[in-house]
């Protein structure tokens, strides 16, 4: 096929200039992180070979004519994979009508260029163009955007806030990050998911955080005459150009599939040529990854409090709100990702949601609350970030950090005194925590805090060295509870193997699961198992029929029956029909899994 450059050879276009507009363009921009992914070469062959492809999950089936990865096994496989193409400069406002320049008089100024209508000989050679289909087989399902990753040159713009040391690798456990990776200040690439039940397409700007800040034209070609002349519109506020965060994990959906319909949607992806920096991202590789899904892991709203006094006044309160030349601090929460296969495993991180405003600054106001969502098993390895989008460069930076990972408390800044930590009943320094999952004696369970309070910086006040900035400030899973977490916390690893530990209680993961039509097992009872011990542990909500509790237990000791408990009294159901025990391995931290068959024997994994 053509390339977009041999194309405006042929028209005798000046392929140098670019369409930009002749007024100022806004440039409060910053870095995006969420999940999806797309890529560009300077060949367009691999439009040529399509194959079709089938995914399906519980509550969606994933069609496309184009190449898709398959794995049916994983909630995370309704994947669109675009291999690499190159762009050259185009004009639409939603993806639906694209815009070429045809004109040999290239102007600094787009209204007086002439352009062309696109047609179908234009798709996949001078934009991307890709069908896939939607099918809802249970109820209304929504559609959320899962992750990706747009990679453009050698801009990465994904769901990953990435901190790392100063080789550039992740960091080590204890250690400090060095610096902040962070992507080109603008990004023209513009990706459109155009639905056929006439509903507004949904343009995303990669690079911008939050919808605020994303970068808007005020001049885009939104039809031409006859003769070629535009017509020009701003973006926003009629189209509404949004960020990648709008649509990530449960803010918005993305679609909602009507059940047993079915819904078409085609993906565009072109290059705005009347935005900033077209010329310094023309020719540039471009791929993309998306994952969309309608089915997550069992997942935590989690809460971020802001309790602040500040590091240097202490008549300073709430302080993270504090804007910045007149910009709102973004607040965002990083984790290590617990279904990751990939070694280290990856980050991914979620932009917070404000869900309460500070009422004031003094030491008797309320500080503002943010809120998101991340998976139960996400129990280390988490930090909230509190990023500023104003730093002169168009990027959002990190500022302050609160972190919750393995030997947290050596990275934390030697000036900071034991006043600023909370203490116990026995006014005993509490140290920073490792995780937030904490064993609740009354019951021997443990269980995951979802509150995480923010009390103070970290003694570096208003430094502008990144590792400092990267330093934890102090706060807390469950501040101020009933039950404040104390160093006596369950073992951050989250799931084990078994072998080598000489512990004397196991950290224990039961999850139990019902096949479909057996739904009554746990909306009539309370559902639990039983050890040889005569212990009794209970399951709780259940979500995409599946329940998880997690116990310390002794090591050794055996689980040997399932329960079901109501009004009439409690039965029991020995595993495999009275074949099977489970006895609990000599390892810190053990995940089992149990399915329900339908002749309502039990078995584990």
Not at 292 to 313: K, L, R, V, Y
Not at 446 to 475: F, M
Request: aromatic letters at 10%.
């Amino acid at each position: 096929m053509m390339k977009i450059k041999t194309i405006l050879k042929a028209l005798s276009i000046k392929a140098g200039q670019r369409l930009l507009l002749n007024k100022g363009l806004a440039k409060s921009y910053v870095s995006l992180f969420l999940v999806l992914v797309l890529g560009v070469t300077s060949s367009m062959a691999w439009f040529t070979a399509r194959e079709a492809a089938e995914l399906n999950s519980e509550n969606l089936e994933f069609q496309s004519a184009s190449s898709l990865r398959i794995n049916k096994d994983k909630s995370s496989a309704n994947k669109i994979t675009i291999p690499a193409f190159t762009l050259d400069e185009a004009s639409s406002l939603d993806g639906r009508n694209i815009y070429f320049p045809v004109d040999r008089s290239f102007t600094s100024n787009t209204a007086e260029m002439f352009f062309r209508e696109g047609n179908k000989g234009d798709e996949n050679v001078h934009y991307v163009y890709k069908d896939f289909e939607l099918n809802g087989t249970s109820g209304n399902t929504p559609v959320y955007i899962k992750s990706y990753k747009i990679q453009v040159g050698n801009d990465v713009f994904e769901d990953e806030l990435k901190v790392v040391d100063s080789n550039g690798d992740p960091i080590s456990e204890g250690k400090v990050p060095d610096h902040q990776v962070k992507p080109s200040d603008h990004c023209p690439v513009r990706l459109a998911f155009i639905a056929d039940s006439g509903v507004k397409p949904i343009v995303i700007d990669p690079s911008a955080q939050v919808d605020k800040y994303v970068d808007n034209s005020p001049g885009v070609v939104s039809m031409v005459d006859d003769n070629g002349n535009p017509t020009l519109e701003p973006s926003y506020p009629n189209y509404n150009w949004n960020s990648f965060s709008t649509y990530y994990y449960e803010h918005t959906p993305l679609f909602i599939i009507p059940g047993g319909q079915k819904l078409n949607v085609t993906l565009v992806v072109w290059l705005e040529g009347t935005l900033e920096d077209l010329d310094a991202y023309k020719n540039r590789q471009i791929s993309v990854d998306i994952d969309i899904e309608s089915n997550f892991a069992p997942m935590d709203t989690i809460t971020f409090i802001d309790d602040t006094i500040g590091d240097t006044d202490s008549n300073v309160y709430n302080w993270i709100d504090n804007p910045d030349n007149g910009k709102e601090p973004i607040i965002a929460c990083s984790y290590e990702d617990p279904y990751s296969e990939e070694s280290p495993k990856r980050w991914k991180t979620v932009i917070m949601r404000k869900t309460k405003t500070r009422t004031g600054t003094s030491s008797t106001d309320a500080g503002s609350e943010w809120q998101c969502e991340i998976p139960k098993k996400a129990v280390t390895n988490i930090a909230f970030y509190r990023l500023n989008p104003h730093n002169g460069s168009g990027q959002a930076k990190i500022y302050n950090a609160w972190h919750t990972r393995k030997n947290v408390n050596n990275m934390v800044n030697p000036a900071i005194g034991d006043s600023w930590y909370a203490h116990d009943s026995n006014n005993q320094k509490i140290p920073l925590q490792e995780t937030r999952t904490f064993l609740d004696s009354s019951t021997n369970t443990y269980d995951n805090a979802i509150v995480y309070t923010a009390t103070h910086g970290n003694k570096y006040s208003s430094t502008t060295v990144e590792r400092q900035n990267l330093s934890p400030c102090v706060g807390y899973w469950d501040y101020g509870s009933s039950v404040t977490p104390t160093p006596t916390q369950a073992p951050a690893t989250e799931s084990g193997g078994g072998g080598g530990s000489s512990a004397t209680n196991c950290r224990l993961e039961v999850i139990a699961r019902v096949p479909n039509g057996k739904e009554w097992v746990y909306n009539t009872d309370t559902v639990g198992f039983e050890t040889d011990a005569g212990n009794t542990y209970y399951f709780g909500d259940w979500s995409n029929k599946s329940s998880t509790v997690t116990v310390s237990i002794p090591v050794g000791e055996k689980i040997v029956r399932f329960c079901k408990k109501n009004s009439s009294g409690t039965k029991y159901y020995p595993f495999g029909g009275g074949t099977q025990t489970f006895t609990v391995p000599n390892s810190s931290s053990y995940t089992v899994t149990y399915e329900m068959t339908n002749s309502d024997y039990w078995g584990h994994n």
